[in-house]
Structures are given as structure tokens and as C-alpha cells.
């Protein structure tokens, strides 16, 4: 090969490579910044005053008489409202029925948006949900109930050509002429006057129990549980991928029996992680009865199983990766071949064998599928540690998918979905960090 055609073809895939740097480094970008932008809503945003009454008491958090102030005069804002209201309940008794009836129908909705926006009127029972015991309690969700309040969608199929277009009608034409009608310029002029919308850091997100499904508090119960799945899962893989990788270099020989084993080890590294799930459900649980029903126990194994192929591979090439002088210096001086293992080989691999456990516990981390069906649950206190033998906890991952799929108020919630999201991606970075740090610390002291 000509010296020109050679350093052209180093130029073109130095190119591809740096261009191909770029495209990840985009990508990333396009995945971290709105999980950050929208998580970081979870922690900080503007509450209002009926985040400050909520606080004050259900976790008797606050400064009673400056909130007891800010409650009287946002009640005494909110009093117009309620009087509009029962003076047109009063004016729409001597309409005709069908008008009257028209009249109660629009109102019904009218209060209902109200009812959502500032919580229940005055003299209405006391709801036993806590989401129906006080109005909007962040100002981000309280300006859409504002606009619910204001308006109205209707479905505009004028132009037959087209399909139907969605618009907004302002709900004040509805009361034209009414006694009602000053009700919308009040709302849209005095709302964030009533609710009062101040900046709240809720750095208490990551520590309190969630309440209401997760309409209040925080994510605890979540953080701790996918905490002992992760843990759990390194606990029983490494020891056993280790041990794995070490028979396979320096005890298998070469026959049929190894071959086939190998070949399944890197089966088992492609296998869908559902499959993992459903194992350990008819294994753990079923077969074995490592629980009565779900645990973290069982979640842990499961998990193990899923990323022991990882595990063994990367200690497997970590342990090939030492120089064959370093084993051969240690038989000469008469040392044992497990004690060279020991003492020599593994020291010498260690930071190939935390590079594989690093990835491994990523993976363990974000796993959705296979604790469904071992581990996880939809709701649940903070376990002890003991109770980890036994009991099912709620984790990041499955809640994250149950709450975008499942949840009965999925828009109510977005920033819990994405406070969810950011903080798994963060406890993986540490975790990952971590290993990565230690590992950094061990070359280094190995080097000398």
C-alpha cells in the first residue's frame, strides 16, 4: 500500500471516529438535558399557598401564623367566587326548565374547575383523597386549571376537506349577560393573587414517603428498594462470576464440556432480561421458595442470574490480561497454584474485573422486567434491611414505567415521573462513579 493511499485512509477513519464522537456526544445531550430540565421541576418549583397549608397539616411543616395570614387573605379573595356563584344559582330559579337546566349543566363544570383549582368551596364535605382536599398545590398545574376554568374545547368540522380541529372557546360567552359572567375576568385577574406561588426547593423529594399515589412527598421507598435490588443482585454475581472466571482460565481444559459451557455463558449474555424474570419467578419463588411470594430477595437473584454472564466475561479476559510471568515468578518461589491465584493473578486483574462489575451494576440498576415478577411492587413502605428476605419493595425503574402507563392521573404527576428518572440516572452515575474511583485507587497502588 502506497505511504499517500495509507495516510489518507488514517485521516478518513480518524475523521469517522472523531465525527462518530460527536453524533454519541449529541445524542446524550438530547437525552440528559430535557430529563434534567423536567426532573429538576420535582425539587424545584413554585408552591403555592395550598402547598404551604398541605405542608403545614399533613407533616406539620411551616410557620403557622405567617401561613394562617396568607390563608385568610387568599380566603377572602377566593369569597367573591362563591357569591357570583350562589347569586346566579339564586338569578337561574326563575328561568324556563330547559334553559335552567342548560344553565346548571355549564355550572356543574364551572365549579368542578374551581373545585380543582382552589379545592372545595365552602360548606362542601371534606373529601377523604387527599388530592380533593386541597386545590393545586404547584403553580405550573394550577395556570392549566386556570385555562380549564376559562375556556373549553370544542371540535371545529366546518371545513369538510379536513378533519375536525380542536379549539378553545372562551366558557364566559357561555354566561353571557349572566350574573356569572364577571366570574372569568375575576378568576383570570385574582388567581395567582389567591394561591400565592412562591419558589420551594423540596429537597426532601429523595426522603419522603410518597402519599396519595404519589401525588404528594416523595420517593423514598423507591431510591432505598432499587438500593438493596442493585446490592443484593453485586452481592451474590461478583463472588460467583469470580470464582467462575477463575475455573475457566486456570482449572478448565480445552474438551467438549468447556466449549459448550462457554457457549452458553455467552447465550445467556444475550437472553431478553423478561426471560430472566420469568425464570425467577418459576425458579426463586415457585420451585426453590426463597419467598412466599415477591422479595427483594428473589429480585436480587434474578437480577444476579441477568448480569453473572457479564460478570464472568470480563473477569475471564481481566484474569487472561496479566502477564504469564507474573503466575510463573510465583510458582518458582513455591507458592501454590491457588495461592498464586489468590495473592498474584487476582490482585494484578482486579481493575479488568471492576470494569465488568461497574457494568453490571448499571444494568442491575435500570432493569425493569425481570422484578416485576420477583421483586417489585406499585406501593409499599421503606423495608428494614431484614425484611429484604421476605418482603416486595417498590423500585425506580418499575415505578417509573407504572406511573407513565398505569397511573390515573398521569399528566397530574409528570414531575414525579421525571424526578424518578433523573434520580435513577444519577444513582447509577454515582454507583458507577464509585467503582470507578476505587478501581483508580487500586491500579494506582498497584502500579506503586
Given at each position: 500500500?502506497?505511504?499517500?493511499?495509507?495516510?489518507?485512509?488514517?485521516?478518513?477513519?480518524?475523521?469517522?471516529?472523531?465525527?462518530?464522537?460527536?453524533?454519541?456526544?449529541?445524542?446524550?445531550?438530547?437525552?440528559?438535558?430535557?430529563?434534567?430540565?423536567?426532573?429538576?421541576?420535582?425539587?424545584?418549583?413554585?408552591?403555592?399557598?395550598?402547598?404551604?397549608?398541605?405542608?403545614?397539616?399533613?407533616?406539620?411543616?411551616?410557620?403557622?401564623?405567617?401561613?394562617?395570614?396568607?390563608?385568610?387573605?387568599?380566603?377572602?379573595?377566593?369569597?367573591?367566587?362563591?357569591?357570583?356563584?350562589?347569586?346566579?344559582?339564586?338569578?337561574?330559579?326563575?328561568?324556563?326548565?330547559?334553559?335552567?337546566?342548560?344553565?346548571?349543566?355549564?355550572?356543574?363544570?364551572?365549579?368542578?374547575?374551581?373545585?380543582?383549582?382552589?379545592?372545595?368551596?365552602?360548606?362542601?364535605?371534606?373529601?377523604?383523597?387527599?388530592?380533593?382536599?386541597?386545590?393545586?398545590?404547584?403553580?405550573?398545574?394550577?395556570?392549566?386549571?386556570?385555562?380549564?376554568?376559562?375556556?373549553?374545547?370544542?371540535?371545529?368540522?366546518?371545513?369538510?376537506?379536513?378533519?375536525?380541529?380542536?379549539?378553545?372557546?372562551?366558557?364566559?360567552?357561555?354566561?353571557?349577560?349572566?350574573?356569572?359572567?364577571?366570574?372569568?375576568?375575576?378568576?383570570?385577574?385574582?388567581?395567582?393573587?389567591?394561591?400565592?406561588?412562591?419558589?420551594?426547593?423540596?429537597?426532601?423529594?429523595?426522603?419522603?414517603?410518597?402519599?396519595?399515589?404519589?401525588?404528594?412527598?416523595?420517593?423514598?421507598?423507591?431510591?432505598?428498594?432499587?438500593?438493596?435490588?442493585?446490592?443484593?443482585?453485586?452481592?451474590?454475581?461478583?463472588?460467583?462470576?469470580?470464582?467462575?472466571?477463575?475455573?475457566?482460565?486456570?482449572?478448565?481444559?480445552?474438551?467438549?464440556?468447556?466449549?459448550?459451557?462457554?457457549?452458553?455463558?455467552?447465550?445467556?449474555?444475550?437472553?431478553?432480561?423478561?426471560?430472566?424474570?420469568?425464570?425467577?419467578?418459576?425458579?426463586?419463588?415457585?420451585?426453590?421458595?426463597?419467598?412466599?411470594?415477591?422479595?427483594?430477595?428473589?429480585?436480587?437473584l434474578t437480577l444476579a442470574l441477568l448480569i453473572l454472564p457479564t460478570v464472568i466475561r470480563a473477569s475471564e479476559?481481566?484474569?487472561?490480561?496479566?502477564?504469564?510471568?507474573?503466575?510463573?515468578?510465583?510458582?518458582?518461589?513455591?507458592?501454590?497454584?491457588?495461592?498464586?491465584?489468590?495473592?498474584?493473578?487476582?490482585?494484578?486483574?482486579?481493575?479488568?474485573?471492576?470494569?465488568?462489575?461497574?457494568?453490571?451494576?448499571?444494568?442491575?440498576?435500570?432493569?425493569?422486567?425481570?422484578?416485576?415478577?420477583?421483586?417489585?411492587?406499585?406501593?409499599?413502605?421503606?423495608?428494614?434491611?431484614?425484611?429484604?428476605?421476605?418482603?416486595?419493595?417498590?423500585?425506580?425503574?418499575?415505578?417509573?414505567?407504572?406511573?407513565?402507563?398505569?397511573?390515573?392521573?398521569?399528566d397530574e404527576i409528570r414531575h414525579v415521573q421525571y424526578g424518578m428518572v433523573l434520580t435513577l440516572v444519577a444513582?447509577?452515575?454515582?454507583?458507577?462513579?464509585?467503582?470507578?474511583?476505587?478501581?483508580?485507587?487500586?491500579?494506582?497502588?498497584?502500579k506503586g
Open positions: 500500500m502506497k505511504l499517500s493511499t495509507r495516510k489518507l485512509l488514517d485521516k478518513s477513519f480518524t475523521g469517522y471516529g472523531i465525527f462518530a464522537i460527536i453524533l454519541m456526544a449529541c445524542a446524550l445531550l438530547l437525552i440528559i438535558v430535557p430529563i434534567a430540565t423536567k426532573g429538576i421541576q420535582a425539587f424545584i418549583f413554585r408552591g403555592t399557598i395550598e402547598y404551604r397549608k398541605l405542608r403545614l397539616e399533613k407533616f406539620e411543616e411551616g410557620n403557622l401564623k405567617k401561613v394562617n395570614a396568607e390563608l385568610k387573605g387568599s380566603q377572602e379573595l377566593r369569597k367573591p367566587i362563591y357569591d357570583m356563584i350562589d347569586q346566579f344559582e339564586k338569578d337561574i330559579r326563575e328561568l324556563e326548565y330547559e334553559e335552567r337546566r342548560e344553565y346548571r349543566k355549564e355550572l356543574r363544570e364551572v365549579k368542578k374547575s374551581l373545585k380543582e383549582l382552589f379545592g372545595p368551596a365552602p360548606g362542601d364535605h371534606q373529601p377523604v383523597l387527599w388530592r380533593e382536599q386541597y386545590g393545586q398545590t404547584r403553580w405550573d398545574r394550577a395556570k392549566i386549571k386556570i385555562d380549564q376554568v376559562l375556556f373549553f374545547e370544542e371540535w371545529d368540522y366546518s371545513n369538510p376537506d379536513k378533519m375536525g380541529v380542536k379549539v378553545l372557546v372562551d366558557r364566559k360567552s357561555l354566561f353571557k349577560g349572566t350574573s356569572l359572567e364577571p366570574l372569568f375576568a375575576y378568576v383570570e385577574k385574582h388567581a395567582q393573587s389567591i394561591l400565592q406561588p412562591k419558589l420551594v426547593f423540596y429537597w426532601r423529594f429523595l426522603f419522603d414517603e410518597s402519599f396519595d399515589a404519589h401525588f404528594f412527598g416523595g420517593i423514598w421507598p423507591e431510591v432505598l428498594g432499587t438500593l438493596y435490588l442493585t446490592l443484593g443482585a453485586m452481592f451474590f454475581a461478583i463472588p460467583m462470576g469470580i470464582i467462575a472466571a477463575i475455573y475457566l482460565t486456570e482449572y478448565a481444559g480445552r474438551g467438549l464440556f468447556i466449549s459448550l459451557l462457554r457457549s452458553c455463558i455467552s447465550t445467556l449474555a444475550g437472553v431478553p432480561s423478561i426471560v430472566f424474570g420469568l425464570f425467577g419467578l418459576a425458579f426463586f419463588i415457585n420451585s426453590v421458595k426463597v419467598s412466599e411470594s415477591k422479595s427483594v430477595l428473589a429480585g436480587s479476559e481481566a484474569i487472561r490480561a496479566v502477564p504469564k510471568t507474573y503466575k510463573e515468578a510465583a510458582l518458582s518461589l513455591g507458592a501454590g497454584k491457588w495461592h498464586t491465584v489468590l495473592t498474584v493473578i487476582l490482585p494484578a486483574a482486579l481493575p479488568g474485573i471492576l470494569t465488568g462489575i461497574v457494568i453490571s451494576m448499571g444494568r442491575a440498576a435500570g432493569e425493569t422486567a425481570p422484578i416485576i415478577f420477583t421483586a417489585a411492587v406499585s406501593v409499599g413502605k421503606p423495608l428494614h434491611f431484614w425484611e429484604t428476605l421476605s418482603q416486595p419493595t417498590p423500585a425506580l425503574p418499575w415505578n417509573i414505567y407504572n406511573l407513565c402507563t398505569e397511573h390515573e392521573a398521569v444513582l447509577v452515575l454515582i454507583l458507577n462513579l464509585a467503582a470507578i474511583i476505587l478501581r483508580a485507587r487500586i491500579s494506582k497502588k498497584l
